[in-house]
Every structure is written in C-alpha cells, then in structure tokens.
C-alpha cells in the first residue's frame, strides 16, 4: 500500500518503471495512472503511459498519451 501525496508521485512512477522493465506493461500503466492521481501534471509519468501503450500495441492510447505529454495538455 501507498499514501497518496503529492510528493510520493515519483516513488509511485518509479514502481511502474520496474514493472516496465519486467515487461509487465499492464501492471506498469496501472502505477504510472496513480502517479498521475497524485499529480496530474506529472509530465513523465504520461509520456511512460504512452511508451508502455505502444509496447502493447495499442496505438491510440500511445499516441493519446504522448502527445498529451509533447503539447502539455496534461
């Protein structure tokens, strides 16, 4: 379990990131989504949505999330 602060949105990105490496992109996306409900202008942990999206394949998303990172609409 977390606690939901602000500040703890890097460490909560950072267990997505291991799940990445895992490949584990499902459970990856599913941290890298709480992150993003600590801060929701965390930058980086939309752009790791949109790369573990294309690793899956699923290109709207991927694309979706990327450039909601490139264009700063997050």
């Known amino acids: 379990s977390y606690v939901l602060k602000k500040d703890n ?3 909560v990105k950072k267990i997505g990131d291991c799940y990445f490496q895992m ?3 499902d459970t990856a ?3 890298y989504q709480k992150a993003v ?3 929701e202008k965390y ?3 939309y752009w790791n949505i949109g790369i573990a999206y294309e690793m899956e394949k ?3 998303l991927a694309l979706r999330f990327g450039y909601m990172h490139i ?3 997050v």
Do not use: M, S
Request: no cysteine; hydrophobic share 45%; aromatic share 20%.
């Open 37 to 39: 409900e600590i801060d």
């Open 43 to 45: 930058e980086a942990a």
């Open 29 to 31: 996306i599913e941290w």
């Open 58 to 60: 699923q290109w709207y």
């Open 71 to 73: 264009v700063g609409t």
């Open 23 to 25: 490949r584990k992109y």
């Open 9 to 11: 949105a890097e460490a």
